[in-house]
């Protein structure tokens, strides 16, 4: 546990310390092409992958985005022509957890608030323990997104489930209607809320976060709208994440950025979605914990339901 | 129907029963200070730990990600249940003209305002963002049965004031026209308002009669719609335990037995406090007690429904949810909710010395307490057991338990409603005294007379 702690500071150390010579980089390199003066005047920033950064003052300019209602509107119709799945391989995880750190960084939650979640199985009393990292399932029957009394979460075109916590009344409806306790709550102010205090609502990613409102997964939708995987399925160090559209019948694992048929993988390892049989149709699908990479070695958690 | 034919024993009859039942409205001691003061008390402590939940988050509560609705929710139902009885005894016993519940059904209407207006009340308070209420009605989505809920609440609460107000309007013109000093002023002028220049002739009660017919007809489909809308709440989702067919007429079946005993507590409270014996007299106390037998027995078969047949089956999720209200951490309450309000009132019920006013008060009392545990086992427990393991957060979030702000804002609903059933208590006569006039035999001509002194 505390070797883990360790290894995890180093890291993050590492990461930022990384991130910000990238961004340091980056400004020093802009700041030569752009003749402006350098007051010497740092400030720190948070940038969208969760480091941060210093960069010199006049290094600022205002960012181009979009307003609240068209970020709202576009965020609600989804991206056109796309029909997003996620493929989660379970022989592959060995409960890393970068895929949880990645998105609570993400989307700004608490360390107790998880989007993604990584689960220690066991079917039944006889059959092999496994990780299974669980998430929203973007079911294309949403039993969350039918009893939302304000539309506040709602399917989208491209399959995503969405929330509005701009709209979103509290009344955790779709908690209770969620048979994957895929949804969090905010039942406190988020964390760092003063930090983010003013700051345009990006739908797409659900933050700033609001206290009295709920949040869950959304596969990253605005990493999707720039053209880049989800955080987690690019934050995995073992291979267990294929995401992609369906419509072109390609899925991209995030940790070799191999490309394969989303068909064919889902055909070839007999992949099976989560309760099927309540008639949900996730847009996860999990390929069985077969031939295992790594050994499960965690204690199984009695408290199951 | 026997008839009075003496005009002067008309008269003093009348001024006896105007003068027993307006004694709740004069009646003005230490003891109604003392109680409207601990009302207000729980009213204001409830309300100060509203404005805490507000300011710090629906966090203070002992909810969290796994049990997201907790006590506020299961007394929302169980206020809902209470209020139910409001159509059952004044509007479908008197549709079937059962003459005995006529005296009571005041008092049920009481019961059936302050519950429903209350549970209103509670889903705003559960609400984590109390401040976008008005999005329910900009934003509505019918496909949401929280929109049905509040369509039918609100249909519910507005008949149930209209049936408590029409049948009134007689009393308030009686009220107005006899009353004099030992009322205050600004009572006299709210009963010379609302009784909206009543003078008591045919076409007036004919009016009456008519639009209380309508109303009683119209709150038989909305009183069934709003238990089993509220029912639907849960029944809508597929979690074990909630995800059953007769979540419906369970949910309908119960809210008559909890509000018959709110009612029989209400009574019993009316007539030791108003000295009201020869009005809820021992043979209403009788009725009401066979009242609840019966709908109790109809709650039984419903909970051997409920229980009995998923209990022989125990699949998976469904079987985990019942072995933990069988033998699990909610066994003991389980069993003596089943037992303490369910089977024993009917057992003890069925001898006629038990339906005595104190005794089934009492049991009476027994029966409300259970009805709002069986709530709390409805809600909490299925919440406890999602399908999928609860790993990766704190202890708190594996169970739960009720924070003293949650208790605060129960409380202050408890005593809300009671604020609500003191007030009206304390500004109308509590039975009504010209269908009870009628009822003895005194003409209706009698009752629009100015008494000469």
């Not at chain 2, 809308?229 to 979540?247: H, N, P, Q, Y």
Request: glycine share 6%; net charge positive.
């Amino acid at each position: 546990m505390e070797n883990n702690t360790r290894r995890n500071f180093i890291k993050k150390l590492g990461a930022s310390v990384g991130a910000a010579s990238v961004v340091g980089g980056a400004s020093i390199l802009s700041s030569c092409n752009r003749v402006e003066t350098v007051t010497g005047d740092t400030i720190q920033l948070l940038t969208s992958s969760g480091e941060l950064v210093e960069v010199d003052r006049s290094m600022l300019k205002p960012a181009d985005l979009p307003s609240l209602s068209e970020n709202q509107k576009r965020g609600r119709e989804g991206i056109p022509g796309k029909s997003w799945v996620m493929v989660i391989d379970l022989s592959k995880c060995r409960n890393a957890r970068e895929c949880m750190k990645s998105c609570q960084n993400h989307h700004q939650l608490r360390p107790e608030q998880h989007h993604m979640n990584v689960l220690q199985m066991q079917d039944s009393e006889h059959t092999a323990p496994y990780y299974m990292p669980k998430n929203c399932q973007h079911c294309d029957n949403p039993p969350c997104t039918k009893v939302c009394p304000v539309n506040a979460t709602f399917k989208r075109e491209d399959g995503i489930v969405l929330i509005d916590n701009e709209r979103c009344i509290g009344c955790r409806f779709c908690v209770a209607a969620c048979p994957y306790s895929a949804r969090v709550f905010n039942w406190f102010e988020p964390k760092d809320a003063e930090k983010y205090e003013g700051v345009t609502y990006n739908i797409e990613a659900n933050v700033p976060q609001k206290k009295g409102t709920i949040s869950k997964c959304l596969f990253s939708a605005d990493r999707l709208r720039d053209e880049q995987l989800p955080t987690c399925v690019s934050a995995c160090p073992n291979g267990v994440y294929w995401f992609g559209d369906r419509n072109e019948d390609a899925v991209t694992n995030g940790t070799t950025k191999e490309t394969v048929s989303f068909s064919k993988l889902v055909k070839d390892n007999a992949a099976y979605t989560l309760m099927e049989e309540l008639g949900t149709k996730p847009r996860v699908f999990y390929l069985p914990p077969k031939d295992r990479a790594f050994p499960f070695q965690g204690e199984i958690d009695d408290h199951h339901a | 129907m026997k008839k009075i034919e003496s005009a002067e024993e008309s008269r003093k009859l009348l001024d006896k029963i105007t003068f027993d039942l307006t004694r709740s409205i004069v009646k003005k001691d230490e003891m109604t200070r003392f109680w409207f003061f601990i009302l207000i008390m729980f009213i204001g402590v409830g309300l100060w730990g509203w404005i805490i939940q507000i300011d710090k988050g629906l966090g203070v509560t002992g909810m969290r990600d796994y049990v997201s609705w907790g006590m506020y929710i299961a007394n929302f139902v169980f206020f809902v249940a209470v209020s139910l009885i409001g159509f059952l005894l004044s509007s479908a016993l008197h549709l079937l003209k059962i003459d005995w519940a006529k005296p009571v059904s005041r008092v049920a209407e009481q019961v059936a305002i302050a519950g429903v207006a209350l549970a209103g009340l509670i889903i705003v308070m559960d609400m984590g963002r109390p401040d976008r209420f008005l999005n329910v009605f900009l934003h509505g989505r019918f496909a949401s049965p929280i929109i049905w809920d509040v369509t039918v609440v609100t249909t519910y609460l507005v008949i149930s004031v209209l049936l408590f107000y029409l049948p009134l309007i007689p009393d308030l013109a009686l009220l107005r026209d006899r009353m004099g000093s030992e009322v205050p002023k600004w009572k006299m002028k709210i009963y010379t308002i609302l009784a909206l220049g009543w003078n008591g002739n045919a076409k007036q009660y004919k009016t009456v009669y008519h639009a209380m017919r309508i109303l009683m007809l119209l709150i038989i489909p909305v009183g069934l719609s709003i238990h089993t809308v509220t029912s639907w709440l849960f029944a809508a989702t597929l979690r074990s335990g909630w995800d059953t067919t007769i979540l419906g007429p369970y949910f309908v079946a119960g809210a008559f037995v909890a509000g018959s005993a709110a009612v029989i507590i209400l009574m019993y409270a009316y007539r030791i406090r108003y000295g009201l014996k020869d009005y809820f007299e021992d043979i209403h106390f009788d009725q009401m007690g066979k009242l609840l037998v019966f709908v109790s027995l109809v709650y039984l078969y419903f909970n051997i429904n409920e229980f009995l047949v998923p209990g022989y089956k125990m699949k998976s999720a469904e079987g985990v949810h019942l072995t933990n209200l069988f033998s699990g951490s909610f066994s003991s309450m389980f069993w003596i909710v089943q037992i303490v309000g369910l089977v024993l009132p009917i057992i003890l019920l069925l001898c006629k010395y038990f339906r005595k006013p104190l005794p089934i008060a009492i049991i009476s009392v027994f029966v409300l307490v259970s009805a709002w545990f069986k709530r709390y086992l409805i809600v909490i427990p299925t919440m406890e057991h999602p399908f999928l393991p609860v790993q990766n957060v704190p202890e708190n979030f594996q169970t739960y338990s009720p924070t003293s702000i949650e208790i605060m804002i129960t409380l202050f609903s408890f005593f809300a409603a009671l604020m609500i059933i003191s007030v009206l208590a304390k500004l109308f006569p509590v039975i009504t005294i010209w269908e009870y006039a009628e009822e003895k035999g005194i003409d209706k001509k009698y009752l629009s007379e100015t008494p000469k002194n």
